[in-house]
Nanobody
């Protein structure tokens, strides 16, 4: 089992920045791809971005490209989502996820989520 705990959410004005963190514990973090998803009430969970185990591959949904950056520190078992140029439409609960295979769809392990609210 991998336990994931997100932090760093909050309220920010449009144009501002936030950095989310996701700390992993439990079985080894080794070889896991990590991803961020987001969800707003009444909508399906949306893929935001993902990063491979050695950070050699990143993938982002089009709406966040150039604004969001995923990084990871494997020594700290932590993955980050740096969000710049935030827009009101970025308001959502953000979840991190882990899986041995990197994709835009299926992940074995999920965190509990952290709320991000962007005011206009």
């Amino acid at each position: 089992q991998v336990q994931l705990v997100e932090s760093g959410g909050g309220l920010v004005q449009a144009g501002g920045s936030l950095r989310l963190s996701c700390a992993a514990s439990g079985r080894t973090f080794d070889n896991y791809a990590m991803a961020w998803f987001r969800q707003t009430p009444g909508k399906e969970r949306e893929f935001v971005g993902a990063i491979s185990w050695l950070s050699s591959i990143t993938d982002y949904t089009d709406s966040v490209k150039g604004r969001f950056t995923i990084s990871r520190d494997n020594a700290k078992n932590t993955v980050y989502l740096q969000m710049n140029g935030l827009k009101p439409e970025d308001t959502a609960v953000y979840y991190c996820a882990a899986d041995l295979a990197m994709s835009r769809n299926y992940y074995d392990y999920w965190g509990q989520g952290t709320q991000v609210t962007v005011s206009s």
